[in-house]
């Protein structure tokens, strides 16, 4: 009886580590159009304002229609948050960069997140997309990579 209690014991502190160890920003994703109130928004958007801050990560807005993607990502340059580096990609234009205050990041994820269509699907062309934009939050090492 000692051992199936060690066992059920083991198993539930590997579950509780399991739970523990997934990073708090890593459900910080959303397509685009979504359901989600303006408020709603607004928060997730703090949310992930806190977690460029704190964490070595960035977040990443991606579109693709036939001209191929087009990738946002901010990333916090500064200790207190208060600047970020935008970085744009156009698979046509390449990279651009720029740096932005925490304002214009949070007035920028707040306009794309709440639209009620994918960028892509603005576009005027006969082939249609099928994929919905695209936001989350990475580990800064993954973004600019692709």
Not at 44 to 57: A, G, Q, W
Not at 83 to 109: C, I, N, P
Request: glycine share 4%.
């Amino acid at each position: 009886m000692s051992s199936e209690h060690e066992r059920q014991q083991s198993r539930l502190r590997s579950e509780q580590i399991g739970q523990s160890s997934e990073a708090p920003w890593a459900d910080l994703e959303l397509t685009i159009p979504n359901d989600r109130s303006q408020l709603s928004i607004v928060s997730f958007v703090e949310c992930v304002l806190v977690e460029l801050t704190h964490e070595e990560v960035g977040a990443e807005y991606v579109s693709t229609n036939v001209w191929g993607a087009k990738r946002t990502q901010f990333i916090a340059i500064d200790d207190n948050g208060e600047m970020f580096q935008k970085l744009h990609y156009d698979e046509r234009l390449g990279w651009h960069e720029s740096t932005v205050s925490r304002r214009a990041v949070r007035e920028d994820l707040i306009t794309r997140l709440s639209r009620s269509s994918s960028q892509a699907t603005d576009c005027s062309h006969d082939v249609p997309v099928d994929s919905p934009d695209a936001f989350s939050v990475k580990p800064a090492r993954e973004l600019r990579m692709r």
